[in-house]
């Protein structure tokens, strides 16, 4: 699953007790989210090791 982890792609990552759906920015050697968070109005970007995502699928952002 993480060979499939492209910028724009929408990912589920864990994030406290839960999970939380995002979209990537920028992929290296950790993969950089832009995270949808209730209450936060602006950019909202945390690393996590690629093991971590849980779940990709295609976006339709570009972040280029």
């Known amino acids: 699953m ?15 007790c839960g999970e939380v759906a995002g979209t990537v920015v920028r992929v290296a050697d950790g993969i950089t989210v832009d995270l949808e968070v209730d209450g936060v109005d602006g950019p909202f970007l945390v690393t996590f090791g690629r093991a971590d995502i849980t779940a990709v699928s295609p976006g339709d952002v570009s972040y280029a």
């Open 2 to 16: 993480a060979d499939e982890i492209e910028v724009g792609s929408r990912v589920i990552a864990p994030l406290g």
